[in-house]
């Protein structure tokens, strides 16, 4: 199976607004949800912004750094092997 890494643009957050629910890791629904991902910008301090890569639609956090070149298109914490956007798969804690 191969995934493509393209990923929308999301919203542009606001200065301390969250990315993600609190909990998100406790929400079945992040398990059973076919991840659209979208790019969003952080702003945790006023003079400091982040680009993090989350769902469209659970708002889950993808597995990685937005700046991967083959990233894990999986979702963050998540259980069993990676499966990187080329369709490469290696366990947890190994390495591609």
């Given at each position: 199976?191969?995934?493509?890494?393209?990923?929308?643009?999301?919203?542009?957050?606001?200065?301390?607004?969250?990315?993600?629910?609190?909990?998100?890791?406790?929400?079945?629904?992040?398990?059973?949800?076919?991840?659209?991902?979208?790019?969003?910008?952080?702003?945790?301090?006023p003079a400091?912004?982040?680009?993090?890569i989350r769902?469209?639609?659970?708002?889950?956090?993808?597995?990685?750094?937005?700046?991967?070149?083959?990233?894990?298109?999986?979702?963050?914490?998540?259980?069993?092997?990676?499966?990187?956007?080329?369709?490469?798969?290696?366990?947890?804690?190994?390495?591609?």
């Amino acid at each position: 199976m191969i995934f493509t890494d393209s990923h929308g643009i999301g919203p542009d957050l606001a200065p301390g607004e969250a990315p993600w629910p609190v909990r998100w890791e406790d929400d079945p629904r992040c398990d059973s949800c076919l991840h659209e991902w979208e790019s969003v910008l952080l702003r945790p301090y006023p003079a400091r912004v982040e680009e993090a890569i989350r769902c469209r639609h659970c708002h889950t956090p993808r597995c990685g750094d937005s700046r991967d070149s083959d990233p894990c298109m999986r979702r963050r914490h998540h259980r069993g092997d990676h499966v990187l956007a080329s369709g490469v798969r290696y366990p947890l804690g190994g390495t591609p």
